[in-house]
């Protein structure tokens, strides 16, 4: 039995994270930290709150008097740390939210480990989520990001996650913290935030509004659906070696207007509008430092740890599409902030 410190985990990946490891691991306790900052959502855990092996604390990671304090209260012996600003347009707006918590955020709860588990930490594991981002960019006919890959960020963002990916690193051969870190591609799936791509154009398509597309609409991503990406998590945890970087990606390379006209295709014949939705995309200015291509290379995960994706892209989507369909409450609370009042109503 494990107690492990789920932190962000009323985010999208987190939330996810949290029911597949409840039903997959009943007798563990799941204790879940999270700031909730304006993407943080409790109504993502409704039917895991009442369970007794689960715990939400709301606090910021980078206060590491308050986070040492769960390690001694909780006996904390596995921190899986999803916690982080990721959104790329954000970051390019206002970089200095995502030092402070992707940086120090990490900084400190590998001191609050570190000194938790200074005694004996044979039994505990520090898992750092991070993202494919921080290898760069890719150019159409290069090889896929693997573990070896030398970091080369573009992005505010993909900057502040290397760099924590540096500190976790750092932390293992300093300190010997017991560390893993993955490195995960493009994810999907249910209750992601409508400001990334594929919540985005789903729900504009059914608002009848236009969907937005940087550039020519050719960079290419690999996709990854959010349950596999738990599951590779999972397989991490209980089978990596200490110290090691695991890549999980789900071998779905899409440039992004084909997955939008995907998207739309599935919306046409699901909830058929008096338009087809092609029709609302809209080709728009392209970002900053826009990557062209990003590939993850899955291949040591699946040889040394045996993990696999079960959901391919086409599949995924209409999982993914469905869910926001049955879920419209959920997406007009999410977009208008009305969310918070859960939180407000559970525990003020």
């Known amino acids: 039995m494990r107690t492990l410190l789920v932190t962000g985990g009323a985010g999208f990946i987190g939330s996810n994270f949290i029911h597949y490891w409840l039903k997959n691991h009943p007798l563990d306790k799941v204790i879940n930290l999270d700031a909730l900052t304006y993407a943080g959502n409790l109504e993502n855990l409704e039917t895991v709150e009442h369970l007794a092996n689960y715990r939400f604390v709301r606090g910021d990671i980078c206060d590491q008097e308050f986070v040492s304090g769960l390690f001694d209260n909780e006996h904390i012996d596995t921190v899986v740390n999803f916690a982080a600003e990721s959104h790329v347009d954000r970051s390019i707006l206002g970089p200095e939210a995502f030092v402070q918590t992707n940086v120090q955020g990490t900084l400190s709860l590998l001191e609050a480990a570190r ?14 989520v991070s993202t494919d981002e921080v290898y760069g960019s890719l150019e159409p006919d290069d090889p896929a990001f693997t573990e070896l890959t030398p970091y080369a960020p573009n992005s505010p963002y993909s900057a502040s996650k290397a760099s924590s990916d540096h500190l976790v690193r750092a932390w293992f051969h300093t300190y010997g913290l ?21 919540p985005l154009v789903i729900l504009n398509a059914l608002d009848g509004k236009p969907i937005p597309i940087y550039g020519d609409g050719l960079n290419v991503r690999d996709w990854l659906y959010v349950e596999d990406h738990c599951s590779g998590i999972e397989a991490v945890l209980e089978k990596g070696e200490q110290g090691q970087v695991y890549n999980i990606g789900g071998g779905n390379e899409w440039h992004n207007i ?7 295709d599935s919306l046409d014949e699901l909830q058929p509008g008096d ?40 599949t995924g989507i209409k999982h993914t599409v469905q869910w926001y369909l049955e879920n419209r409450d959920w997406c007009q609370r999410v977009r208008s902030g009305d969310y918070h009042s859960y939180y407000r109503k559970q525990y003020d």
Do not use: M
Not at 178 to 198: A, D, H, M, R, W
């Open 178 to 198: 017991p560390v893993l870190t993955t490195n995960c591609s493009n994810n999907y799936g249910p209750y992601q935030f409508p400001e990334k791509l594929i």
């Open 115 to 128: 000194k938790a588990w200074s005694g004996d930490s044979s039994s505990c594991l520090f898992l750092h």
């Open 275 to 314: 338009l087809p939705c092609r029709e609302l995309i809209r080709f728009i200015k392209d970002r900053p430092g826009h990557d062209r291509r990003y590939a993850i290379d899955s291949g040591k995960i699946r040889r040394q740890l045996g993990w696999k994706p079960e959901y391919n892209f086409r």
């Open 258 to 264: 084909d997955i939008v006209h995907l998207i739309c």
